[in-house]
Structures are given as C-alpha cells and as structure tokens.
C-alpha cells in the first residue's frame, strides 16, 4: 500500500450531503476485475453526460481542479455499498484526503486499506475549509499526517482526530494481512477453543 | 459479570486477539463471496501464493450480475458481466470453497441463500463484501458488510480487524395497523435517524412489534440497517429463529443441535445492558410508507404530500432540492398522485417468499395497469420453485407481471434489468440513489404490497384503499 505522510494540494469543493457510492462510482464500472483504471469514472454521473462529454459545471471538470487531491464534501459521504471501487476510483484519479462532516462506515475503513486519509471534522471546520478550496487552484491545502493537522492556504491551522493504529498502517504503507499473519498462532489457539465450544460452527 | 447486550455477547464471543488500544481480531464464522467484490481478493491471494484459511466455512454464489430472463441458460451476454461470474467459478473451484452455480437451483441472492441453505445461524459472525450483509442479523448473527481488500483478509486469515461499535436500540412497541409491514418499520426507522443516524452503532431491534415479525420480515428489518449507518442490525433469536434454522442443510443435527440451541437461548440483551443510544416508535403509529427522494431517509406515509425544499434546513434543504429535481416532482402534491411506469418486486430486501405472498394477495385476480412494465424476480431459486408450488406465479402472470429467475436484477441494475433516464418505478429493494436502478431512473421504495398496489393503479397507492 503506498504510504501517506504530508500532502500539499488543491482541494476540490463539493459541499453535498449524503454523496453515496452510486454517486462515486456507478455499477456498470462494478464488471471490472481490476483495481485499476477507475479514476476516469469517478463520479461519472454527475461529470459526463449521456454522451460521454464533460459537464462544465461539475468541480473536477474545471481546470483548477482537474489534479485535485483533496475532496471536501458534505456529511455522511461514502453511504451506501460496501463497494471498495469507490476507494479504488478516487485514488486513481488522484484524490488522497477526504475531508467531511462525517463517513459512513465501510466506506471510511475502505479508505485506509487504499492509502487514502478519510478525515472527519465539525461541520464549521468543514466550512472554512470548504470556502478555502473554493478559491481554486491557487489556494493549496497541506495535511500533515504526523501532526493531525491542515493547513489552509490562508495558514489557519486545524487538528484532527485518526486511529493510532490505522494511522501507523498508512505512515508506514503496511499491508493489514501481513500483519494478521502474525499473530497466526492466536488464531489457531481460538478456532481449536472454538471447535471444543462451538463445534457446530 | 456486567450486564451485556447481545451485541456485547457475540463479540466477546468471536475475539481472537485483543490489542492495548483496544483493535480486534474478530474471528469470522461464515464468509459469503459473490462475483463483484471478490475477484480482486482472490487476485490477492493467487499473487502472494496463500490459500484460503477455512475454505469449509466460505461460500460463494453469484448474483449480481446473472441475468433473470428464462432463457439464461444460454449464458451471459455482456461480456464483463460473463468474465466477472466466470471468475467466480474458477476461484471456488481453485480455493475449494462451497459454490451455487448459476445453473444450481440453490443459486440466489446471497443473502437468501446463506439462511435457506442453513449457514447462517444465531451467534455467529457473518461478514460478505456487500453492505446489505446485514440482513443475516435477523437469527442474531453479527454480520456486517465489509469491502474486498477486507474479504481478501478474510479469506487468508478467517479474521477481520474490527475496534467494537457502540449500541443502539431501537424498539418497536405495540402492534402495527393492518396494511403496515417489516419494509414500513425499517424505513420508518431510517426517516426517524437519518442515513447517518447509526453510523458508528450496531443496532439491536426489539420490542412487541418486532417480536412478532416472521423470520422474513426481520430479514427485512436487518437488511436496512446499513441504510441508516449501521454496519449490522440485530434482532435476538427465540423460538421462530429455532424453528426457521431446524432441518436446514448446513444447521446442526442431533446432540449439537441440542449443544447450540443451549446456546442460542443465552443470546438476548440482558436487563440492565448498557445502551448508547435508545429508539423507540410505536407500532400503530408506523403507516404504510414510500420515499419521495433519492436518500433512504427521505420517507414520508403514503398519505402525505411532496415536501419543499424549504422544509429542511442546512445541508439537507440543498439537498432536497436536488431530490426534487432528479425525481421530477412538484413541491405539494399528493404522493398517491405520482405515476409510475415500473414495478421492480425482488431483492434481498424484499424477494422471499412473504414477500411474494403478501404481493399475490394484493394482484390475486386483477390486471396490471395498462403499459406499465412490472416485473417479480424471486430471492433464490428455492423461493421461485416454492411460489409455484403454491400458486404465485400463476397469479402474477395472469395479473402481468413477468416471472423471472433469481438475481438482484433491478435493485441494483447491474445485468440487463434497468430503468431508462426518466423512467419512474415502484421498488421493493433498499436504495433510491441517483442512477441506482439505472442512469436517470426514478425509484421510490415501499413494501412488496404497496408495490403490488401501484402496479394495479399505475401510481403509488395506499394499499390500505385495496385490501
């Protein structure tokens, strides 16, 4: 997995609750049996039209943000699937940090086995960010892993919250079943318990 | 010993390894695989030479992408869609794993078969790379969704890596009003906490109401969950949960039968349980409901009106707005005013047998409105085979309706089975996102019922008017 450490970068506002994995990702890209090449269907809805061209209005269609790597977006983004092409998507067009209120659940766990930094704030934080990215391509955010922090372009300075654990598997791009495989040897102790207690299973 | 919930009870249950910081390894009973999350996985596995660790505890069946027309024996058109089940039946073969071939009877929607067939059961841990893995939560089996580098971790390690939820309890109290079924409590839930209401929480439904839901409408129940946050629902098992899991191909027999029923009786919240977070909704005041907008959580009774924009406030007013727009409808009109052009009756929401006796209750007798497209495809092939036997699928045929073979066809729309842009449909399945049933289709959820009843007037209907 590649390691996350410090990332500078524009952010791409969508400031849109409720953004569900349809909306990342839509099914007919589900047939692949590929991680990859996904980023050029992301959000491919709400970014092409029945042709296929690109609607101008739609933020990653603008030339300030065409190389975004950061998305700012509203609350509960990521609901819906468990589909992990969401994640997959977003990397591969170029997006590392996401920035929201609040995630849904898999979708947020999804994000770090992909090296992506899903990051929850209090909606006002949000919204300061949110103007800042709306300033485009000039206006360039950093997040510092290390530090739990970002910093606008304006140099406010916000804190914030990760799991130890999660975020020592990103720093360091460790792959979770290697880490798994380590302990090995409880897992065995626990399915022989198991198999005295629970035979039927 | 502290009061736990059941929740509290199956995890500590399934721990295998505790770190400090308080970061599991939650031991995993059953792993179910379908062909859209997992091809990757066993990619996974194949390139780093590992075997899958418990190949007797994993089962995989496809069903996302099969296509439910008759003649699907011919095989499948769209070629990703034929590589991805293809890659299905070469990994379970390759790995071992048990498997329901298309062209098994058995084969359905993953989430039917796993409790037909008798795999899932009260007390395990059940994890599939589908969110609606939740539905299993109905026999009080922890079981979420989890994503596909998740089911690669599965299958090498039979573990998930797993910090525990909070606790949420919603309870249904009283009895619900004729007319009102498990799809109307679920949803009516999800308009009460939000989509994100139980993000972080597993939630366990209790309380008269549910208590007297059949395995099938608790199904439902759990199935939503994750509609509104929750990774998994759970509802504790009693003696309809025993009965349902007796005889079952893969439940236990004999003296560990009785070993697991000792058991599954000391799977309930006890008393005095720490609760995180309490609901309650009474039964008689839940009506039959249908949603308006593209968001779960946009639920109103049937008898109400589109709401505006102007009703909501912060994000959800902008929000709403979009809604309306997608949805093509008009701020104050009635809901029961609003006509559709299809009826999707199926999913492993809706697509068991209950659900198919409850929608030929409706039908039995009476035609389909003219030129509306309406379609019933069955949970699993065990389902279509049974509605037969019973008679269903004569009155949906003779009412109309196509009678298709097991997938999950338009709740999804990821074979044929879609809607055209602006095409509106009556669904029984669990998402009204933008495009989820195809680019520009309109969906509005609501019970096999109130879908039977739009598909005789050709708009949404109180189905109350028709009983």
């Known amino acids: 997995m590649d390691k996350f450490d410090t990332l500078t970068g524009i952010a791409a506002p969508m400031p849109l609750i409720n953004i569900d994995t349809d909306m990342i990702i839509p099914k007919q890209f589900l047939k692949t049996i590929k991680r990859s090449g996904l980023g050029v269907n992301l959000f491919d809805e709400m970014r092409y039209d029945d042709d296929g061209n690109e609607i101008p209005g739609f933020v990653l269609n603008q030339d300030a943000y065409r190389k975004a790597e950061i998305l700012v977006a509203g609350d509960n983004f990521g609901c819906g699937s468990s589909r992990e092409h969401a994640p997959w998507a977003i990397k591969d067009f170029g997006i590392r940090c996401v920035i929201a209120p609040s995630f849904a659940d898999i979708f947020f766990n999804n994000c770090f086995k992909n090296g992506i930094l899903p990051i929850a704030l209090p909606q006002a934080q949000v919204d300061v960010l949110m103007k800042d990215a709306e300033k485009g391509a000039n206006a360039r955010m950093t997040i510092d892993l290390d530090n739990q922090t970002i910093t606008t372009s304006e140099g406010e300075v916000f804190a914030f919250e990760v799991d130890p654990f999660k975020k020592h598997c990103l720093m360091n791009g460790l792959d979770d079943i290697g880490l798994t495989m380590e302990k090995a040897e409880a897992i065995a102790t626990f399915e022989t318990a198991a198999q005295q207690s629970r035979p039927w299973v | 010993m502290s009061p736990k919930t059941l929740y509290d009870k199956i995890w500590d249950a399934h721990v295998a390894h505790a770190a400090d910081d308080g970061t599991c390894l939650l031991y995993i009973d059953r792993h179910l695989v379908h062909e859209v999350t997992s091809p990757q996985a066993f990619e996974g596995l194949r390139m780093s030479g590992r075997p899958v660790r418990a190949p007797e505890k994993t089962i995989a069946v496809p069903d996302h992408n099969v296509p439910t027309t008759l003649d699907r024996a011919k095989g499948i058109d769209n070629e990703e869609s034929r590589i991805q089940v293809e890659a299905l039946d070469k990994n379970a073969k390759d790995f071992g794993i048990h498997y329901y071939p298309v062209s098994d009877v058995r084969q359905g929607i993953v989430h039917i078969v796993g409790p037909e067939q008798g795999w899932t059961l009260p007390g395990m841990t059940v994890v599939c790379g589908d969110s609606h893995t939740a539905t299993h939560g109905a026999f009080g089996a922890l079981a979420h969704g989890i994503g596909t580098s998740e089911v690669e971790h599965v299958l090498a390690t039979q573990t998930l890596i797993q910090k525990k939820s909070k606790n949420m309890k919603v309870e249904i109290t009283g009895k619900l009003r004729p007319g009102v079924t498990a799809k109307d409590i679920t949803l009516s839930v999800i308009g009460e906490t939000g989509t994100a209401g139980g993000t972080g929480y597993v939630i366990e439904y209790c309380g008269e109401a549910i208590r007297d839901l059949s395995m099938e409408g608790r199904m439902t129940v759990c199935n939503m969950a994750i509609e509104g946050g929750a990774r998994a629902g759970l509802i504790a098992p009693d003696e309809k949960t025993f009965e349902y899991c007796m005889g079952r191909p893969h439940a236990p027999k004999g003296a560990q039968w009785e070993a697991a029923l000792a058991w599954w009786k000391t799977l309930y919240s006890d008393d005095d349980a720490h609760w995180d977070k309490v609901i309650t909704l009474k039964g008689e005041d839940i009506a039959p409901v249908v949603t308006w907008g593209t968001s779960p959580e946009d639920v109103l009774p049937i008898t109400a009106k589109v709401p505006s924009a102007s009703d909501f406030t912060g994000g959800k007013s902008g929000a709403a707005q ?21 009826v999707f009756i199926g999913s492993c929401t809706n697509g068991r047998i209950e659900d198919l006796r409850a929608a030929a209750e409706i039908l039995k007798g009476k035609k389909v409105k003219d030129g509306l497209r309406a379609m019933i495809v069955p949970g699993s092939g065990l389902v279509r085979a049974q509605a037969e036997e019973e008679g269903l699928a004569d009155i949906f045929k003779d009412a109309g309706f196509e009678w298709r073979l ?28 933008e495009g989820r049933q195809g680019r520009g289709g309109r969906t509005h959820l609501m019970s096999p019922a109130m879908a039977a009843a739009a598909a005789l007037t050709g708009k949404l209907t109180d189905v109350r008017d028709l009983m």
């Open chain 2, 406 to 433: 097991a997938g999950c066809s338009m709740c999804l729309a990821m074979n044929p089975d879609q809607l055209a842009p602006g095409e509106r449909c009556a669904a029984t399945s669990n998402r009204n996102f």
């Open chain 2, 322 to 342: 979009r809604a309306l727009d997608y949805m093509g409808l008009t701020p104050g009109m009635a809901l029961t005013d609003v006509e559709i052009d299809t």
